[in-house]
Nanobody, 125 residues
Framework: QVQLVESGGGLVQAGGSLRLSCAAS????????MGWFRQAPGKEREFVAG????????DYTDSVKGRFTISRDNAKNTVYLQMSSLKPEDTAVYYC??????????????????WGQGTQVTVSS
């Protein structure tokens, strides 16, 4: 099990940017694929972005492509989500997640093993 702690959420105006960070407490961070999900009130948890263990491969849900960028620093056991051109519909609690293995883009939350506590992102219009 990996312990994950997110930071960087907050309130931003539409069109603005935020960067989320997620620090992992685990010895073998590089064996984990990393991802970000979000959950808006009354909605299911939604896959946002995923990154492979080496950081070479990424995947995004269509609604954030071209606006969000996932990255990771394996030396710091940290994954990031850079969010730009934010829209009110991006408002949600954002969760960092990890899974051991090569699959990094499964949109099924049940396939991810470890979760952070979540960080609130609110985009005002």
């Amino acid at each position: 099990q990996v312990q994950l702690v997110e930071s960087g959420g907050g309130l931003v105006q539409a069109g603005g940017s935020l960067r989320l960070s997620c620090a992992a407490s685990v010895r073998t961070y590089s064996v984990y694929s990393m991802g970000w999900f979000r959950q808006a009130p009354g909605k299911e948890r939604e896959f946002v972005a995923g990154m492979s263990r080496t950081g070479v491969n990424t995947d995004y849900t269509d609604s954030v492509k071209g606006r969000f960028t996932i990255s990771r620093d394996n030396a710091k056991n940290t994954v990031y989500l850079q969010m730009s051109s934010l829209k009110p519909e991006d408002t949600a609690v954002y969760y960092c997640t990890a899974r051991a293995g090569a699959v990094y883009n499964t949109a099924n939350a049940n396939n991810w093993n470890s979760w952070g506590q979540g960080t609130q992102v609110t985009v005002s219009s």
